[in-house]
């Protein structure tokens, strides 16, 4: 479901990594100077009728249900993109560490961004939501999980 983005900042050396649970995480939109915060998380923008997700299915956006929020297609300038394995399960080189989820890493290629929607708060401050499509078939064995990003080529 797209937990977490890579990308490069200008004037930066090392790529950044940001993940939805980290709070005003923010992802890179094409055009834009600055990156905008991810979503909405539980406790943010008290009183807001955004939704608490980072996450925004095209099966709703189709069905209207994001029209309230005025929203605009956004595309997100990032190199990689990770999903979390949907079950935890042993490291066996660490077999004494706690069970966790497997982190996957996928590259996007020269041209493509996800697509995301942009919409602005009643306050008037911005957040943009992941874009998701069903999970392609060659991955869902692999993360076992029904959503992924939408990778649209630009």
Known sequence: MCGGVEFRVPGKVEPVRTYFPVPLARLPIQGRDQPVVWGRR????????LPVTGWARQDSIDHHKWDRFNPTIAYLEVDKFMEKAAHETIDPE?????????????????????????????????????????????YFELIEHERWPKVVRL
């Open 42 to 49: 539980q406790g943010e923008i008290d009183g807001s009728p």
């Open 94 to 138: 660490h077999p004494k560490r706690k069970p966790s989820r497997k982190s996957y890493w996928f590259d996007l290629k020269d041209g493509e961004a996800i697509e995301a929607l942009l919409v602005r708060t009643p306050q008037g401050e911005e957040r943009v939501y992941v874009v998701t499509v069903p999970t392609p078939a060659e």
